[in-house]
């Protein structure tokens, strides 16, 4: 999948700065999550501070959501025996952007709305995004809200070296639900993983 990504940036490693002491500890975990520079003086001096490469921002980045999603697939196969998800945790970092990624939580099959059988793929992303069109995942992407909780309908990737794609033949984008709360998305996913109209009914009421 081909993501819009933005201007390619620097980044440096803020617990290394000299006078470290005097910046609050969230400052670079806020940093990696939302892309916003810390713009104190200490943090511009060049000889105070020791920069990232992409490839370390990007494995800070996965590292954190992969953990993210671990706790969501343990939430949501915690709230009934019935309803299980295989645990399939991999992450993807945007492209000159590695403080941004999504990860790719569970999947699998089921009736949606009016088509019989879908085959789908939950993700959580650290940036908010409308799903693009063709070879776009993402477009339009917002770096103000913290979290993206997304399902796709999906199936298996022809002329493309991703296994699988978005399968836009459903609702004419893929997309199945998308919010940045994560109450509504694990209950969207219960949803889409109850197996009769009585459990689907609890969910529901949550």
Known sequence: ???????????????????A??????????FLRTGKITRTRSHWLAEERRYLSHDEVAERTGRKLETAGAKTHQHINGF????????????????????LGYCHVTAARTKFARYQEVSWAFYIANFYADIGDNDNFFQQIDVKYSRMYFAVAIKPGEHTPEKMTIDRS??????????DDPQIAIRNVLLLGARNEQLREIIRQL
């Open 1 to 19: 999948m081909r993501i819009c990504t933005m201007a390619k940036l620097r980044y440096f490693d803020a617990g290394n700065s000299i006078n």
């Open 170 to 179: 459903v609702r004419g984008n893929g997309l199945l639900f998308r919010t």
């Open 21 to 30: 002491r005097e910046v609050p500890v969230a400052a670079h975990s806020e």
């Open 80 to 99: 009934h025996h019935s309803i299980r998800f295989p645990k399939m945790l991999f992450h993807r970092t945007l492209q000159d952007s590695p403080h």
